[in-house]
């Protein structure tokens, strides 16, 4: 509801819901066209090998079966990512559509089959046959970089993509060297799979009249499948039409461009008929785009009273075949090696970040980029500071954390105000104040930890360029339109699957205008109505995107109001917006409706000011110069061990999280518990792995451990708010903070619970069995 006479900063109900609860949202899957066929692909069965044989009879000749082709038969442009560095730092990979002489995973698309019906295209990929010449698959970084390991690409030597050396602070080994307290945490989390509710997929139609592909995705960047997508097909833009229905989640996975998508918009080019690819759940587990598999070596020195003075990374990333589009294989390692001092006054730094590929599906961006990982990286290393300094795990954080902003740290980045100590403060005192420090001195299985962080929103222009891409994403244009009811329509290159844009932005348009939200439409997700748009990922879409939409509505609003002070014979001084029209200040009963406004501007063009344009439309852009603005947080966790089976319980999870000014706080704590809920998934259950021959061991759920409810606990959030002093709305970014700070919290009150083993985990996913024997053999069962 509506709390005050602002819209931001209220808790209304979404009003994507009625839609989306009542069984009216349209999906991809929902959409059915006249002779539409249906696709799916063949696809490779061995991880690493040269193709020798393709035989596609059989499939052709299967009833139902339209077609089938192979990377000879679309003769496709390949999808290829790049950064603008020298060979020595990075390696691009180009991605086939569909594969052509050799095959890197298992999974990789080799041929496409269409049907009349989706029952005839899979009878058509069983009659397929494939032959390779199998070599030794490349199945770990360890693998990768070993002297003499196979090469999963020719020109990627040693297997390594990218290989940056970044912030060598001068003398930093000498004060590694001498400092009184030496710390070394080695850790390696597992590859994951966003896993979307509603898996990718697209529906491309020809329209001959319009001359004009147009493709149907669930994609969180549609511009950029329409530049991919007119590239390898050999049209001009403006002959491929993006448009996105109601999409269920993304997380990072559909930010980048897919190779079915493209191969889908070829096919249907070819055959003049609408094609459809929904991924199946096993293919979506198998051969979509994972994430996360990342090692770290890491040594920091302290001082006597706790201060860090020196921190020295070794990072390692397993990016998989590819490169992503647009983002490369350095999507990973360029984000842990730039931001891993995070919330901390570290003031020497030195990293070495590398992206290996491997034979394995390929890696894209998944819910907080490689900060779950820089902050589990961190707070163990504080942890285990603590533990050799004796001094309290929650104290030492204290003593490190930036308190003083705007505060540029060791790696060049410049962090605005903050609320990094005051989060932690309450964080603590609530499980203090709630037993169970009592609690946990009375039960030796019952373990507490806490993990602070940051999280980098809104990059900008200038904060994606540091990596020298070619694509540089950034800004983001909206325009906001009046019809002759009053009515305002906004179009934004912002992409909702999931965070309620329909709403917050929406409440932004309302209070810029002074006009009942009822009245505002959103309208996104389609390139011909958006000039143009990156999309949303990287918690960008409240803080650049909304900042676009805010600067529309307020260039709209100020032609209203300079109409009003024409007709009703004033100055633009003197006019107010106020309750769907304009007002005299001086004279509030003069006033004039919206639809009074549009009638002029639309219909009676000849009252309107000298030099003023008809209609009433206003547009406008947005980007952050500079570094960004961070959100912050501090997680506290309580877990609880069963000796027996060393599973682990969490009985208590709280956040407390500052986002700047919260549009929408029960959207907020949405996106919050729903990214807890994922980082509690990489700490304890999901993982995807591989035999000794590069098959994927998880090609349902039985195998890949997803968290239901019973496992995620109830959590409490507590919200701060530090405005940010250059966004529109002065909201900071919250779709990934939950996941950054879960995996940290959850490992460091398990490793507090398992106090009196003497033995400390560093990697994630935590196993049971590792529980059960740490504590066995620790003799903390007795």
Same mark, same amino acid.
């Given at each position: 509801?509506?709390?005050?006479?602002?819209?931001? +900063?209220?808790?209304?109900?979404?009003?994507?819901?009625? /839609?989306?609860?009542?069984?009216?949202?349209?999906?991809?899957?929902?959409?059915?066209?006249?002779?539409?066929?249906?696709?799916?692909?063949?696809?490779?069965?061995?991880?690493?090998?040269?193709?020798?044989?393709?035989?596609?009879?059989?499939?052709?000749?299967?009833? +139902?079966?339209?077609?089938?082709?192979?990377?000879?038969?679309?003769?496709?442009?390949?999808?290829?990512?790049?950064?603008?560095?020298?060979?020595?730092?990075?390696?691009?990979? *180009?991605?086939?559509?569909?594969?052509?002489?050799?095959?890197?995973?298992?999974?990789?698309?080799?041929?496409?089959?269409?049907?009349?019906?989706?029952?005839?295209?899979?009878?058509?990929?069983?009659?397929?046959?494939?032959?390779?010449?199998?070599?030794?698959?490349?199945?770990?970084?360890?693998?990768?970089?070993?002297?003499?390991?196979?090469?999963?690409?020719?020109?990627?030597?040693?297997?390594?993509?990218?290989?940056?050396?970044?912030?060598?602070?001068?003398?930093?080994?000498?004060?590694?060297?001498?400092?009184?307290?030496?710390?070394?945490?080695?850790?390696?989390?597992?590859?994951?799979?966003?896993?979307?509710?509603?898996?990718?997929?697209?529906?491309?139609?020809?329209?001959?009249?319009?001359?004009?592909?147009?493709?149907?995705?669930?994609?969180?960047?549609?511009?950029?499948?329409?530049?991919?997508?007119?590239?390898?097909?050999?049209?001009?833009?403006?002959?491929?039409?993006?448009?996105?229905?109601?999409?269920?989640?993304?997380?990072?996975?559909?930010?980048?461009?897919?190779?079915?998508?493209?191969?889908?918009?070829?096919?249907?080019? /070819?055959?003049?008929?609408?094609?459809?690819?929904?991924?199946?759940?096993?293919?979506?587990?198998?051969?979509?785009?994972?994430?996360?598999?990342?090692?770290?070596?890491? /040594?920091?020195?302290?001082?006597?009273?706790?201060?860090?003075?020196?921190?020295?990374?070794?990072?390692?990333?397993?990016?998989?075949?590819?490169?992503?589009?647009?983002?490369?294989?350095?999507?990973?390692?360029?984000?842990?090696?730039?931001?891993?001092?995070?919330?901390?006054?570290?003031? *020497?730094?030195?990293?070495?970040?590398?992206? &290996?590929?491997?034979?394995?599906?390929?890696?894209?961006?998944?819910?907080?980029?490689?900060?779950?990982?820089?902050?589990?990286?961190?707070?163990?290393?504080?942890?285990?500071?603590?533990?050799?300094?004796?001094?309290?795990?929650?104290?030492?954080?204290?003593?490190?954390?930036?308190?003083?902003?705007?505060?540029?740290?060791?790696? !060049?980045?410049?962090?605005?105000?903050?609320?990094?100590?005051?989060?932690?403060?309450?964080?603590?005192? &609530?499980?203090?104040?709630?037993?169970?420090? *009592?609690?946990?001195?009375?039960?030796?299985?019952?373990?507490?930890? $806490?993990?602070?962080?940051?999280?980098?929103?809104?990059?900008?222009?200038?904060?994606?360029?540091?990596?020298?891409? *070619?694509?540089?994403?950034?800004?983001?244009?909206?325009?906001?339109?009046? !019809?002759?009811?009053?009515?305002?329509?906004?179009?934004?290159?912002?992409?909702?699957?999931?965070?309620?844009?329909?709403?917050?932005?929406?409440?932004?348009?309302?209070?810029?205008?002074?006009?009942?939200?009822?009245?505002?439409?959103?309208?996104?997700?389609?390139?011909?109505?958006?000039? $143009?748009?990156?999309?949303?990922?990287?918690?960008?879409?409240?803080?650049?995107?909304?900042?676009?939409?805010?600067?529309?509505?307020?260039?709209?609003?100020?032609?209203?109001?300079?109409?009003?002070?024409?007709?009703?014979?004033?100055?633009?001084?003197?006019?107010?917006?106020?309750?769907?029209?304009?007002?005299?200040?001086?004279?509030?009963?003069?006033?004039?409706?919206?639809?009074?406004?549009?009638?002029?501007?639309?219909?009676?063009?000849?009252?309107?000011?000298?030099?003023?344009?008809?209609?009433?439309?206003?547009?406008?852009?947005?980007?952050?110069? +500079?570094?960004?603005?961070?959100?912050?947080?501090?997680?506290?966790?309580?877990?609880?061990?069963?000796?027996?089976?060393?599973?682990?319980?969490?009985?208590?999870?709280?956040? &407390?999280?500052?986002?700047?000014?919260?549009?929408?706080?029960?959207?907020?704590?949405?996106?919050?518990?729903?990214?807890?809920?994922?980082?509690?998934?990489?700490?304890?259950?999901?993982?995807?792995?591989?035999?000794?021959?590069?098959?994927?061991?998880?090609?349902?759920?039985?195998?890949?451990?997803?968290?239901?409810?019973?496992?995620?606990?109830?959590?409490?959030?507590?919200?701060?708010?530090?405005?940010?002093?250059?966004?529109?709305?002065?909201?900071?970014?919250?779709?990934?903070?939950?996941?950054?700070?879960?995996?940290?919290?959850?490992?460091?009150?398990?490793? !507090?619970?398992?106090?009196?083993?003497?033995?400390?985990?560093?990697?994630?996913?935590?196993?049971?069995?590792?529980?059960?024997?740490?504590?066995?053999?620790?003799?903390?069962?007795?």
């Amino acid at each position: 509801m509506k709390t005050s006479d602002q819209w931001v +900063g209220s808790s209304i109900a979404r009003r994507e819901d009625r /839609r989306l609860l009542t069984g009216r949202g349209r999906f991809v899957d929902d959409i059915h066209l006249p002779r539409m066929l249906h696709a799916q692909f063949v696809r490779s069965t061995v991880a690493h090998g040269a193709v020798t044989g393709i035989d596609l009879s059989g499939t052709r000749a299967v009833p +139902g079966v339209v077609a089938a082709f192979t990377a000879a038969d679309l003769e496709l442009g390949d999808i290829e990512a790049v950064l603008d560095r020298p060979p020595a730092e990075f390696v691009p990979t *180009a991605m086939p559509i569909l594969a052509r002489d050799r095959v890197r995973y298992v999974g990789e698309p080799l041929a496409i089959v269409v049907a009349e019906d989706a029952y005839a295209v899979e009878d058509g990929l069983e009659a397929a046959k494939v032959t390779y010449e199998a070599a030794p698959p490349v199945l770990s970084d360890e693998q990768a970089l070993a002297p003499g390991a196979p090469l999963v690409h020719a020109a990627a030597k040693a297997n390594t993509l990218v290989d940056v050396s970044m912030f060598a602070t001068e003398g930093i080994d000498a004060v590694l060297d001498s400092a009184p307290c030496k710390v070394r945490v080695r850790t390696k989390t597992g590859r994951q799979n966003a896993l979307p509710l509603e898996t990718r997929g697209v529906v491309a139609n020809w329209d001959a009249r319009e001359e004009q592909l147009l493709v149907q995705t669930c994609t969180q960047t549609p511009h950029q499948v329409r530049t991919v997508m007119a590239a390898c097909l050999g049209l001009r833009e403006a002959a491929v039409r993006v448009v996105v229905p109601d999409m269920g989640g993304g997380f990072g996975q559909k930010c980048v461009v897919g190779r079915e998508e493209i191969a889908a918009g070829a096919v249907a080019l /070819r055959l003049g008929r609408p094609v459809k690819w929904i991924e199946d759940r096993r293919d979506a587990l198998t051969a979509s785009f994972l994430a996360r598999e990342q090692r770290y070596d890491v /040594r920091a020195a302290f001082d006597d009273r706790g201060r860090i003075l020196a921190l020295d990374a070794e990072i390692v990333c397993d990016m998989g075949a590819y490169s992503c589009y647009p983002f490369t294989a350095g999507i990973e390692p360029l984000m842990a090696s730039a931001e891993m001092p995070g919330v901390y006054r570290v003031p *020497a730094y030195r990293v070495r970040a590398r992206a &290996v590929t491997t034979n394995k599906a390929p890696t894209a961006p998944y819910r907080g980029v490689s900060r779950p990982q820089i902050v589990m990286v961190m707070e163990r290393v504080f942890e285990r500071a603590a533990r050799e300094l004796d001094i309290d795990p929650v104290e030492i954080r204290r003593r490190n954390l930036i308190t003083e902003f705007p505060y540029t740290g060791v790696n !060049d980045i410049t962090y605005d105000p903050g609320s990094y100590l005051e989060s932690l403060d309450l964080c603590e005192q &609530v499980l203090r104040e709630e037993g169970w420090y *009592a609690k946990r001195d009375d039960d030796p299985f019952l373990g507490i930890g $806490y993990s602070c962080f940051s999280e980098r929103t809104g990059y900008g222009s200038t904060a994606f360029a540091k990596r020298r891409m *070619a694509v540089v994403p950034g800004f983001d244009i909206a325009e906001a339109r009046m !019809d002759l009811t009053g009515c305002v329509t906004v179009t934004t290159g912002t992409m909702s699957h999931g965070q309620s844009h329909e709403t917050t932005l929406a409440q932004i348009v309302a209070d810029r205008l002074g006009l009942d939200i009822a009245k505002v439409k959103i309208c996104q997700g389609d390139t011909d109505r958006v000039a $143009y748009g990156f999309g949303t990922f990287a918690s960008r879409s409240a803080t650049i995107g909304g900042s676009a939409v805010a600067r529309a509505a307020t260039a709209l609003a100020d032609r209203l109001a300079h109409l009003g002070a024409h007709l009703l014979e004033t100055t633009r001084d003197n006019i107010e917006l106020h309750q769907g029209g304009v007002r005299r200040r001086d004279d509030p009963a003069r006033a004039l409706s919206f639809e009074d406004l549009a009638d002029v501007a639309y219909l009676k063009a000849h009252l309107l000011p000298k030099h003023a344009e008809p209609g009433l439309t206003a547009s406008a852009s947005f980007d952050v110069q +500079g570094d960004g603005t961070f959100s912050n947080a501090a997680h506290g966790v309580v877990v609880e061990l069963d000796p027996g089976t060393g599973g682990v319980k969490i009985l208590r999870y709280v956040c &407390v999280e500052d986002c700047g000014v919260a549009i929408n706080p029960q959207v907020v704590e949405g996106q919050a518990r729903g990214g807890i809920a994922q980082g509690i998934a990489g700490a304890l259950f999901e993982e995807v792995t591989y035999d000794a021959q590069g098959e994927p061991s998880c090609a349902g759920f039985l195998d890949y451990k997803v968290p239901t409810a019973s496992e995620i606990p109830d959590i409490t959030i507590h919200h701060l708010e530090t405005p940010c002093a250059f966004t529109e709305s002065g909201a900071k970014g919250a779709g990934e903070g939950g996941t950054i700070g879960a995996p940290a919290a959850v490992l460091n009150a398990v490793n !507090d619970a398992l106090r009196r083993t003497g033995v400390e985990l560093d990697d994630t996913p935590i196993h049971p069995e590792t529980v059960r024997c740490t504590l066995h053999s620790g003799g903390a069962t007795s």
